[in-house]
């Protein structure tokens, strides 16, 4: 007779887990190294934003060029984004995506360079995010930003 394999105790099926379970084994997966360098790199644009904003307001007469010139940062990582992910799909390019009258030798080349691509999207995609938050934490100000002063001043007394 063979010998069966215990269970560990530590390892369990996904779906056999409690939605506590659920929720700390979704905690864990998730990165938060790359979650605190976007928020780092968000306070970093933000800043730098509205310093530029605060030295452009002291000259006179001069067009405002600040918000334009991240509009254009933004634009030109979206479309590079687009451009080396190859569109908006999100799989793995493999072989088999390919039909079979082509050589295997520059299929496998095509599918690591589209790859390599879609790695380097992903990088830029990280240095869109802190562009894309600084504007929108802009418009936030720009349009609310009466009403969160009167909430501060009523909550602590100003």
């Known amino acids: 007779m063979a010998k069966q394999k215990k269970k560990k105790a530590g390892k369990t099926a996904p779906s056999e887990?409690?939605?506590?379970?659920?929720?700390k084994a979704s905690l864990k997966a998730f990165n938060w190294r790359r979650a605190l360098l976007i928020a780092v790199a968000t306070i970093a644009a933000f800043?730098?934003?509205?310093?530029?904003?605060?030295v452009e307001s002291l000259r006179v007469g001069d067009i405002p060029i600040i918000m334009p010139i991240?509009?254009?940062?933004?634009?030109?990582l979206v479309?590079?984004?687009?451009f080396f992910n190859h569109g908006f799909s999100q799989k793995e390019v493999t072989p088999d995506m390919f039909t079979?009258?082509?050589d295997p030798d520059r299929i496998k080349a095509a599918c690591d360079n589209?790859?390599?691509?879609?790695?380097?999207?992903?990088?830029?995609?990280?240095?869109?995010?802190?562009?894309?938050?600084?504007?929108?934490?802009?418009?936030?100000?720009l349009f609310y930003g009466d009403f969160f002063k009167?909430?501060?001043e009523f909550i602590f007394g100003g």
């Open 70 to 76: 991240y509009f254009g940062i933004v634009t030109v």
């Open 114 to 141: 589209i790859n390599r691509h879609k790695a380097i999207a992903k990088k830029l995609m990280l240095i869109l995010l802190p562009f894309l938050f600084a504007i929108f934490f802009d418009i936030i100000y």
């Open 150 to 152: 009167g909430a501060m």
């Open 100 to 102: 079979d009258d082509g």
């Open 17 to 23: 887990l409690t939605p506590q379970g659920a929720v």
């Open 47 to 54: 800043s730098l934003y509205e310093a530029l904003i605060a």
């Open 79 to 82: 479309c590079a984004i687009v």
